[in-house]
């Protein structure tokens, strides 16, 4: 449900660009930082929107790869205690402590319904 959202609110906002650009036609100089030129307005706001749209999705692919690379990292690290679990025979005494903590959770759930 909320993919369908952003996908709606991606499309209305594309078409209010579109249509504040097609609006816009008139010819207009455009200061760049050594020298300047005439363009019309309708590609400058699209250019500008272009490039909002690439910069926000570079920032948003270098966040998944870190998040991603912190997941791989946490999945090492969990494997490795787990296996220092096992091997001070742990493992079994964590897994029955653990089922009993939920079974009394759920009893508890249960009592007060």
Same mark, same amino acid.
């Given at each position: ?5 952003? $996908? /709606? *609110? =991606? /499309?209305?906002? %594309? /078409? $209010?660009? +579109?249509?504040? +650009?097609?609006?816009? $036609?008139?010819?207009?100089?455009? &200061? ?6 005439? =363009?019309? #307005?309708?590609? $400058?706001?699209?250019?500008?929107? *272009? ?5 926000? +999705?570079?920032?948003? %692919? %270098? ?7 912190? /997941?791989?990292?946490? !999945?090492?690290? &969990? @494997?490795?205690?787990?296996? *220092?679990?096992? !091997?001070?025979? #742990? =493992?079994? @005494? *964590? ?10 959770? !759920? ?7």
């Amino acid at each position: 449900m909320r993919g369908q959202t952003y $996908v /709606i *609110l =991606a /499309i209305i906002f %594309v /078409i $209010v660009v +579109a249509v504040f +650009a097609v609006t816009n $036609v008139d010819v207009v100089e455009v &200061n760049y930082l050594f020298w300047s030129g005439e =363009a019309p #307005l309708i590609l $400058v706001i699209l250019f500008s929107v *272009l490039m909002g749209g690439i910069i926000t +999705a570079a920032v948003g %692919v %270098v966040r998944m790869f870190r998040l991603q690379r912190e /997941i791989r990292t946490l !999945k090492d690290s &969990n @494997k490795e205690m787990h296996d *220092l679990l096992v !091997k001070n025979g #742990l =493992a079994d @005494k *964590l897994k029955k402590q653990t089922q009993e903590k939920t079974k009394s959770t !759920k009893n508890d759930e249960e009592s007060q319904t």
